[in-house]
């Protein structure tokens, strides 16, 4: 549902949407297509969203109306590193932090 009918916004390495969530908690799913890549460049980049998304994503999230989220990794997040991951999470988390619910 979120993927289809929520608000939708780009990082630099992540396609993001989201929408108001009917749960007391917010939620986020991780996407992360093959992108002629194997599974262990896979996994490497879910492993890191998922912390990331643990860090920074969810305590911003938990300030405010409960929000489902889901990240979807472009191709360019094979290449980058976990620092520029962060930064593009942290961009994340301060729009979210900004949006009204929807």
């Known amino acids: ?6 608000k939708r916004f780009r990082t630099t ?3 993001v949407r989201y929408i108001a969530s ?10 992360v297509p093959l992108h002629k890549h ?11 969203l998922r912390e990331l998304s643990r860090q920074a994503l969810l305590p911003a999230l ?6 489902d989220v889901v990240m ?3 191709p360019s ?7 520029d991951l962060a930064s593009d999470v942290a961009r994340i988390a301060d729009r979210l932090a900004k949006a009204s619910p929807t």
């Open 1 to 6: 549902m979120v993927r289809h009918e929520g």
């Open 13 to 15: 390495h992540l396609e």
């Open 22 to 31: 009917l749960l007391r908690h917010p939620r986020v799913g991780i996407i």
């Open 38 to 48: 194997g599974a262990v460049a896979r996994n490497r980049v879910k492993r890191r």
């Open 62 to 67: 938990a300030a405010r109306a409960p929000v």
């Open 72 to 74: 979807r990794a472009m």
């Open 77 to 83: 997040a094979y290449s980058s590193g976990f620092d």
